[in-house]
């Protein structure tokens, strides 16, 4: 509060000033000539502009002005006592109680003025306000404490009698927020009392009193008789005098005038109600951010699938609880025939709106990588499909395939951090094929590039929330994520969880991180064992048949496959050589493959039309190869290749042990 801008409004303000005046030996010109306390003109306003000392006219025709109400008939205990706000007056240094306006002890009780603070209002200093009115008394400038927790017992616990009227039902704990301003009062002081006039006889008058004692223009503003003597009662209406040192003084045989004396003004607002709303708008926050997680966490994978030839592992960390959830995510897909497809992907925005862009994103990469696409084929689907979702969302994406029979990692990037590999010496490179514009944007054709990823190399894959910093360079976060991959080392989630915290992700980051860490294990000893390869090239005709089956039933027993076993895969092996050597053209190739869990065939040849499976007729000669391979097989397919031609591959499940 600025009590500043009131000072000409309070009550006997101009008879302080006057009788301040008095003591100086001159007297102020008054504020205004309407004896009634009328407020005084406007700057860049004459009240008087033709000097007459009469107000002016008011224009004719026009209604005379209402006359403004005076508040002289106001003290400062009426205006203070009437605020709905806690209000408590001290001075001194031991913050000694001057006055306690009606909420103030409605809320905590009546107090014994001119007791010290520190002892009377036990509140204050729970609420730690004692040292900032401290500070208020030394530096004379106001200080503010925001929402502070007071203990509002009722006036029925609180020492001190109960007041009239007071509530009774007041709840115990409230929210305020505190003000100490600096004030000075009028503080009563002993000063010598009034001569008698005979011994006032023949001294000059320097205030403007004759010689003989008889004061000019009757008693003065402040309270004094003619006959020189202050009356008590006079100069405590006249001032401010806190009723505690006014006690002090009263009944003493010395006459009393009045000097500043600092104090501090405590105001309390109840904010009670916008704490608590603040409070409900941060719940009902609370809750969307934790739907929107909610939402995002399902859906990410539940679980990764877990590929043959690699070892993988995803971390998410949503941003910190001031920040809104991100549209980041990840994903594994197996391919079949040994290969795998990794994604990560980033929906620019926030919210739930992101989230749910993320998730038809997703689903759709899942779609398309069935079909066993290359990598920019798949962005290119993707590209439109960003675009008809959400015109005003754009995403970006790496989708990458690991093929463990050429040992590299083929990707197509829309506007995405480059892939970091790692290799078995701990030679960091970064993938550095060009990447097209995010998805959403249109009119560009992506391309697809290739890294080296052997056994005993790993790579990660990334959203910019785990690199990017505000006051720094992105690529400055690139650069540090290399140095914390170079040596890092251990499974890939252990990995994952040593990357987020080597780069100081925590719970407070301001924005969603997801990470997908992929290890190529070189095996030896009994491992190496589980994993064998075997090709076979066909140059065609009549006797590529016999041959791609005498090879698969030796390589087969070779590798101590059980009979069952080894007869469907040397049927299989006929009949996708047979279908190569009717519909596909030369060179081809049968690749036999076994990991820990599975046995792949596959048949490779120089024409791009793919197999489909398709009912045959009774009378039909041909078309039921693919339909056999589809029944006794766990899983097949069929995919072009990157150099032209196409690829068909059957899988069968290994017995468990």
Not at 156 to 161: N, V, Y
Not at 235 to 251: I, M, Q
Not at 482 to 490: I, K, L, P, S, Y
């Amino acid at each position: 509060m600025n009590f500043t801008r009131w000072s000409a409004r309070l009550p006997r303000t101009q008879r302080r000033i006057a009788a301040r005046a008095d003591r100086g030996g001159r007297r102020p010109k008054p504020a205004a000539a309407a004896a009634g306390g009328s407020v005084p003109a406007a700057r860049g306003e004459s009240a008087d502009p033709s000097g007459s000392g009469e107000p002016p006219a008011a224009p004719s025709g026009a209604a005379p002005p209402a006359a403004v109400p005076s508040l002289d008939g106001l003290s400062a205990h009426d205006l203070l006592g009437q605020v709905p706000a806690l209000v408590a007056v001290v001075y001194g240094p031991e913050h000694r109680i001057a006055y306690l306006n009606d909420t103030y002890v409605e809320l905590f009780g009546s107090r014994t003025p001119g007791t010290p603070a520190g002892q009377a209002l036990p509140e204050l200093r729970e609420l730690g306000l004692l040292p900032l009115m401290d500070q208020v008394l030394r530096s004379g400038k106001p200080r503010t404490v925001k929402s502070r927790q007071v203990p509002a017992v009722g006036p029925a616990t609180t020492p001190g009698p109960r007041r009239e009227g007071a509530a009774p039902g007041r709840s115990r704990h409230g929210y305020y927020t505190f003000t100490c301003s600096p004030i000075e009062m009028a503080a009563p002081r002993r000063v010598a009392p009034a001569r008698p006039a005979d011994e006032r006889a023949g001294e000059g008058a320097v205030d403007g009193t004759p010689v003989d004692g008889t004061p000019v223009g009757g008693t003065p503003v402040d309270g004094t008789p003619v006959d020189g003597s202050v009356r008590e009662d006079a100069v405590r209406k006249a001032v401010a005098v806190p009723d505690a040192v006014a006690t002090e003084t009263a009944g003493t045989d010395t006459d009393i005038a009045t000097e500043p004396i600092r104090g501090v003004l405590v105001f309390g607002a109840d904010v009670t109600d916008q704490v608590e709303s603040a409070e409900r708008l941060r719940a009902s926050e609370r809750l969307q951010r934790e739907a929107a997680v909610t939402l995002q966490r399902s859906l990410l994978p539940q679980g990764l699938e877990q590929p043959d030839d690699l070892r993988v592992a995803a971390t998410y960390q949503p941003g910190g609880t001031d920040a809104a959830v991100g549209g980041d995510w990840y994903d594994v897909i197996t391919l079949g025939a040994g290969r795998t497809a990794l994604v990560i992907g980033d929906v620019m925005g926030r919210g739930v709106r992101a989230a749910a862009v993320m998730g038809q994103l997703r689903t759709a990469v899942r779609a398309y990588a069935r079909l066993d696409l290359p990598p920019h084929e798949v962005l290119q689907l993707l590209d439109g499909l960003a675009a008809e979702i959400d015109p005003h969302q754009i995403a970006t994406c790496v989708y990458a395939v690991h093929d463990p029979n050429e040992n590299r990692l083929v990707y197509a990037s829309a506007g995405h951090l480059p892939i970091l590999v790692r290799d078995p010496d701990g030679t960091v490179r970064r993938a550095s094929e060009p990447t097209g514009p995010p998805l959403g944007t249109g009119g560009w054709l992506h391309t697809t590039g290739s890294v080296p990823l052997g056994p005993g190399a790993s790579a990660v894959l990334y959203t910019d929330g785990l690199v990017e910093r505000r006051d720094k360079d992105i690529y400055d976060g690139v650069a540090a994520l290399e140095r914390v991959f170079a040596g890092a080392t251990g499974s890939p989630q252990v990995m994952c969880d040593r990357l987020i915290r080597a780069l100081g992700i925590t719970a407070e980051h301001d924005d969603d991180v997801a990470v997908l860490v992929l290890q190529h294990p070189a095996r030896t000893g009994h491992d190496a064992e589980l994993f064998h390869n075997a090709a076979l090239e066909l140059l065609g005709g009549v006797e590529a048949a016999p041959r791609a089956r005498a090879f698969a039933s030796g390589v087969l027993a070779s590798w101590r496959f059980p009979m069952e076993l080894r007869d469907l895969g040397v049927l299989a092996a006929s009949e996708l050589v047979a279908n190569s050597l009717q519909h596909g053209t030369p060179p081809m190739r049968l690749r036999l493959r076994r990991t820990d869990r599975r046995l792949i065939i596959e048949v490779t040849d120089g024409d791009e039309h793919l197999p489909r499976r398709r009912r045959a007729e009774p009378v039909d000669e041909a078309g039921r190869g693919i339909s056999i391979v589809a029944t006794i097989a766990s899983a097949w397919g069929s995919r072009r290749t990157p150099g032209g031609g196409k690829a068909v591959w059957c899988e069968f499940a290994l017995p468990v042990g």
